[in-house]
T-cell receptor, first 114, second 115 residues
Framework: RKEVEQDPGPFNVPEGATVAFNCTYSNSASQSFFWYRQDCRKEPKLLMSVYSSGNEDGRFTAQLNRASQYISLLIRDSKLSDSATYLCVVSHRVRGSTLGRLYFGRGTQLTVWP | DGGITQSPKYLFRKEGQNVTLSCEQNLNHDAMYWYRQDPGQGLRLIYYSQIVNDFQKGDIAEGYSVSREKKESFPLTVTSAQKNPTAFYLC??????????????FGPGTRLLVL
């Protein structure tokens, strides 16, 4: 079973739409959770960390459900510039190490059209 | 300007040739990582290093080697033993053991193509 599972999409939405992405993770010991954004042929960039209480950054809202091992990202009022691949990422400690390892989902592709 | 740099942007490898990808960071991060990304796939961890002179195998280390002689640098060598090296290679760094902050920051990547 993969560490992180996401719906690959693609999601095609008009400008101004609200779109939601989900992912699930398999390791209940996972400690940190993130959404990264990756533009075509570029490196991933941190979009936001995800906290148990849920958190919001402008038009973006992230939620974490530890009991269900489920993470979500909601984008409101979509812009053309939101078109990208969104990577769900979880972290847990490597056995015998103080270092956290990141595990990446395959990404969900979003295209926002005018 | 602080950040992570990778070079070259594109690299062509001939059959049987070893090639080395450069990764440098000036963020004063202890931990560094190498990932490989194939089309439509998630990032897969090749090697990681928690501190200078230490490194550990990730999930797909076969056919690769690394060194960590300096804090700022973590070069990756793709050896001739790696039979399918064509991919997008991403280097990342994080603060590491000094912090609970596990966010990783990525360089711009190197695209490796086999001739």
């Amino acid at each position: 079973r993969k560490e992180v599972e996401q719906d690959p999409g693609p999601f095609n939405v008009p400008e101004g739409a609200t779109v939601a992405f989900n992912c699930t993770y398999s390791n209940s010991a996972s400690q940190s959770f993130f959404w990264y954004r990756q533009d075509c042929r570029k490196e991933p960039k941190l979009l936001m960390s995800v906290y148990s209480s849920g958190n919001e950054d402008g038009r973006f809202t992230a939620q974490l459900n530890r009991a269900s091992q489920y993470i979500s990202l909601l984008i409101r009022d979509s812009k053309l510039s939101d078109s990208a691949t969104y990577l769900c990422v979880v972290s847990h400690r490597v056995r015998g190490s103080t270092l956290g390892r990141l595990y990446f989902g395959r990404g969900t592709q979003l295209t926002v059209w005018p | 300007d602080g950040g992570i740099t990778q070079s070259p942007k594109y690299l062509f490898r001939k059959e049987g040739q070893n090639v080395t990808l450069s990764c440098e960071q000036n963020l004063n991060h202890d931990a560094m990582y190498w990932y490989r990304q194939d089309p439509g796939q998630g990032l897969r961890l090749i090697y990681y290093s928690q501190i200078v002179n230490d490194f550990q195998k990730g999930d797909i280390a076969e056919g690769y080697s690394v060194s960590r002689e300096k804090k700022e640098s973590f070069p990756l060598t793709v050896t001739s033993a790696q039979k399918n090296p064509t991919a997008f290679y991403l280097c990342a760094s994080s603060i590491g053991w000094r912090s609970n902050q596990e966010t990783q920051y990525f360089g711009p990547g190197t695209r490796l193509l086999v001739l």
